[in-house]
């Protein structure tokens, strides 16, 4: 080298460590140009109008590594640093393959590349081909990854600083000289050993391979070794490149546990979760979606949320689609079809979810099962329908009665005044069966296990002792356990006091039956009075409106609907003018 200053050049160098190194070389004393190709470098080098060189990897026309292969033919002694955007094992075994004087990563300060260059300038020609020793101890040793020598036996030759940290050991002396096994994981030894006789006696490099060191603390750590033949004082030696992936095991171990505990959590919810693409195909959804619509994970896969929809509500959904994707939010109901036909009220909120890349804005939201809602809704109205015709009814014909004694139009004024009581108390009877129906609508009681035949035992001997005069019995009884709502105690009441208080006879006949009905347990309530009236049965059609000429008397009937409704039963009405039957049909308990 001449005692002008050393030039050098940078070849492809990223523009944010550009200025910075030239600032560093220049301040040195370099003599520094820049160039963009590896053919322009070649060209200058083969002008001998350049002392080193640091070139990126990723150049226009050539690699770094391929750059300096062809740069060593001619000038195997020229000072080239190689910065690495990955100082991954395969390119870091090609760059010292092929005589490279230091690599660095991407990050490194200039004053790192400045020192490797340096270095680099310093020594003289012969020791890159004749200093085998010097050479592979100073590529260990500037390595920024684990290395480490070791020969036919396992036995450690030399390693590196970075070694040394990935092993915690406090110098080289606790290394070289043991076996490399004593620190490879029990579970991954024979593995080691394998890839051990690949390198040594059959010359065939291996890996990367994953697997677990354990420390002299007892700690372990994740790696992946990639393992090649070479040469060491003219023995054959083995080279283990080592990444640490501890780091990044965790940070996946770390994802992986927290996409696991919100797909749980997704798939614990009873509504349904989805996430869809602006064109409505779905992407993402829980278990919620397939119990609803009927249909697996690998047909949803395929399938537009459009397809789930009612005929009539297509044209919405997708417009709510839109709207979400437009203004950020929005809500629609919308009647879900499921795959074998059968159909349900939904109401589906949406909100926009950004940062899809290329692929646009999601719609992410909840979709909530509102059947029952608008069941209550209906149940609501066709209640407060029937209590405003009855209340007015009740309090026209108290009024009138009150009006009737006071004008003096009733001689017997104890009639009249009985006629108000009784129309008084039916009043409050009625509030009271409003105020409950009225609860267990608006706040709904899980089903619980009920034994009806019990449950039957009991009502009948309590109404025994209410109603002495009546003939109350219980006719059969099978053992069978139902799920009801609790309020199943009361209905069955209603059912036997009503038909002891309509009877016309002196000695009402009420038979009650449990029947064990397979899927089903059944209660039967039979008496022989003048039946329920036509009137009262169709208070039970909400389908139909109540007004001035149809409407029942009283909730009585009323509450037992609903309570067998709200456990999944059914009420069913048998006969008129000579008795009438009353069965509850309620499902069966769940056995354990």
């Known amino acids: 080298m001449s005692d002008e200053s050393p030039r050098i050049v940078l070849v492809a160098v990223s523009r944010h460590l550009e200025a910075r190194l030239l600032s560093t070389l220049r301040d040195a004393g370099f003599d520094v140009t820049t160039l963009d190709s590896a053919g322009d470098c070649l060209r200058l080098v083969a002008r001998d109008d350049v002392d080193g060189v640091v070139s990126g990897y990723a150049l226009p026309d050539l690699d770094g590594v391929r750059l300096l292969r062809s740069i060593r033919v001619s000038h195997p002694g020229l000072p080239f640093v190689l910065i690495l955007e990955s100082a991954s094992p395969a390119v ?30 310093d020594r003289d020609a012969p020791w890159f081909s004749d200093e085998h020793q010097r050479r592979y101890r100073h590529l260990i040793e500037m390595a920024p990854v684990p290395i480490t020598l070791f020969d036919d036996a396992g036995e450690s030759i030399w390693c590196n600083d970075a070694t040394l940290d990935l092993l915690g050991l406090d110098g080289r002396d606790e290394l070289v000289g043991r076996s490399i096994f004593e620190f490879v994981h029990p579970h991954d030894r024979a593995i080691a050993r ?3 006789t690949d390198v040594v006696e059959h010359k065939e490099s291996v890996g990367p391979t994953q697997m677990k060191l354990q420390r002299p603390d007892g700690e372990v750590r994740y790696v992946q070794v990639s393992t090649a033949a070479g040469q060491f004082l003219g023995k054959d030696i083995g080279q283990a490149v080592v990444v640490d992936v501890t780091p990044l095991r965790e940070v996946q171990r770390a994802l992986q546990d927290e996409r696991r505990f919100v797909e749980e959590a997704l798939d614990t919810l009873q509504d349904v979760f989805y996430v869809v693409d602006a064109e409505g195909s ?29 005929d009539t509500d297509v044209s919405r959904v997708r417009a709510a689609i839109e709207t979400v994707v437009e203004e950020g939010s929005h809500t629609v109901e919308a009647t879900l079809v499921t795959k074998h036909g059968h159909t349900c009220p939904y109401e589906f909120r949406g909100r926009r979810l950004d940062g899809g890349g290329d692929d646009g804005p999601r719609v992410v939201g909840i979709g909530r099962d509102i059947s029952h809602r608008k069941e209550r809704k209906r149940q609501l109205k066709a209640l407060e329908q029937w209590l ?5 009814n009740d ?5 009138g009665t009150a009006e009737n004694v006071r004008e003096g139009r009733i001689e017997d004024v104890e009639a009249g005044v009985r006629r108000i009581e009784r129309y008084a108390d039916h009043l409050l009877e009625q509030a009271d069966r409003e105020r409950r129906i009225v609860e267990i609508l608006t706040e709904p009681i899980d089903p619980i296990p009920i034994d009806l035949a019990d449950l039957a035992d009991r009502r009948v001997d309590a109404l025994r002792e209410r ?37 016309d006879c002196e000695t009402p006949t009420v038979r009650v039956a449990v029947v064990d009905d397979g899927a089903r347990g059944l209660v039967r309530v039979t008496d022989e009075g003048p039946g329920i009236p036509d009137i009262e049965r169709e208070t039970l059609d909400f389908d139909r409106d109540i007004d001035q000429l149809h409407h029942g008397s009283g909730l009585g009937l009323l509450f037992v609907y609903w309570v067998t409704r709200l456990s999944a039963g059914d009420m069913s009405i048998d006969g008129s003018g000579d008795g009438s039957t009353v069965t509850l049909a309620l499902p069966v308990a769940q056995r354990e």
């Open 388 to 392: 405003r015709h009855n209340i007015r």
């Open 395 to 399: 309090v026209n014909v108290i009024h």
């Open 467 to 503: 109603y002495p005069d009546a003939d109350i019995a219980l006719i059969g009884a099978d053992s069978v356990v139902v799920a009801a709502i609790p309020d199943l105690s009361g209905a069955v009441d209603e059912l036997i006091e009503n038909a002891v208080k309509y009877a």
């Open 194 to 196: 394998r890839e051990l």
């Open 92 to 121: 870091t075994d090609e760059a010292v393959a092929a005589g490279v004087s230091g690599y660095v990563p991407a990050d490194a300060d200039p004053s790192t590349i400045l020192a490797r260059l340096q270095a680099a300038l």
């Open 282 to 310: 779905l992407l993402r959804w829980n278990d919620a979606v397939t119990d609803a619509t009927g249909y697996d994970d690998g047909e949803l896969a395929s399938m537009n949320v459009a397809e789930l929809f009612a």
